[in-house]
T-cell receptor, first 111, second 116 residues
Framework: AQRVTQPEKLLSVFKGAPVELKCNYS??????LFWYVQYSRQRLQLLLR??SRESIKGFTADLNKGETSFHLKKPFAQEEDSAMYYC?????????????FGQGTILTVHP | EAGVVQSPRYKIIEKKQPVAFWCNPI?????LYWYRQNLGQGPELLIR??????VDDSQLPKDRFSAERLKGVDSTLKIQPAELGDSAVYLC?????WGAGYTEAFFGQGTRLTVV
């Protein structure tokens, strides 16, 4: 079974502060990990995926297979980063194509 | 490009009534997903189509839920009869899957269902 855990429902930081949204996963094989974001009144959209190793909007995420984590980080948070963030996992085999989401973390960046 | 289009955006029905949701995926996308998102939770997969074939419907409550994707394009998700616990946001997503692994899923705005 595949499982994604986001331990923080709410996260508040001030503008310019570093931010880290935690994500832990459970999967026996080699998963693909993603971060999706939903801004207010907008649809869910992909922020980044681990295999791309990109920095999107200043966010990065490193897959740590030893700790089964995929935390999302940004060194200097901006007010426009306020949104709901979901960590998601896609497995292989019978789970191929099945995207499993965590419960989400609401990030609020205060001015 | 309108993206994934869902209708209706909102639906309020009485319990035991039927309801249907419609999804038009992005043109050319062969994979279509229906997700259910309960309040305060992440989306949960209900069913996944590759073209017109349902390849994963293990999470679909088949006693009351049904789905179809005729001609491998538009899709309809139906609930009959609806129960109070079905109140949720129903999300449709689509992606282009060339068989090399998971690709980005593009989501619709969702349909918010309230069963009273």
């Amino acid at each position: 079974a595949q499982r994604v855990t986001q331990p923080e429902k709410l996260l508040s930081v001030f503008k310019g502060a570093p931010v880290e949204l935690k994500c832990n996963y459970s999967y026996s094989g080699s998963p693909e990990l993603f971060w999706y974001v939903q801004y207010s009144r907008q649809r869910l959209q992909l922020l980044l995926r681990h295999i791309s190793r990109e920095s999107i909007k200043g966010f990065t995420a490193d897959l740590n297979k030893g700790e089964t984590s995929f935390h999302l980080k940004k060194p200097f948070a901006q007010e426009e980063d306020s949104a709901m963030y979901y960590c998601a996992l896609s497995g292989g085999g019978t789970s191929y194509g099945k995207l499993t989401f965590g419960q989400g973390t609401i990030l609020t960046v205060h001015p | 490009e309108a993206g994934v289009v869902q209708s209706p955006r909102y639906k309020i029905i009485e319990k035991k009534q039927p309801v249907a949701f419609w999804c038009n995926p992005i043109s050319g996308h062969n994979t279509l997903y229906w997700y259910r998102q309960n309040l305060g939770q992440g989306p949960e997969l209900l069913i996944r189509y590759e073209n017109e074939e349902a390849v994963d419907d293990s999470q679909l409550p088949k006693d009351r839920f049904s789905a179809e994707r005729l001609k491998g394009v538009d899709s309809t998700l139906k609930i009959q009869p609806a129960e109070l616990g079905d109140s949720a946001v129903y999300l449709c997503a689509s992606s282009w899957d060339w068989g090399a692994g998971y690709t980005e899923a593009f989501f619709g705005q969702g349909t918010r269902l309230t069963v009273v």
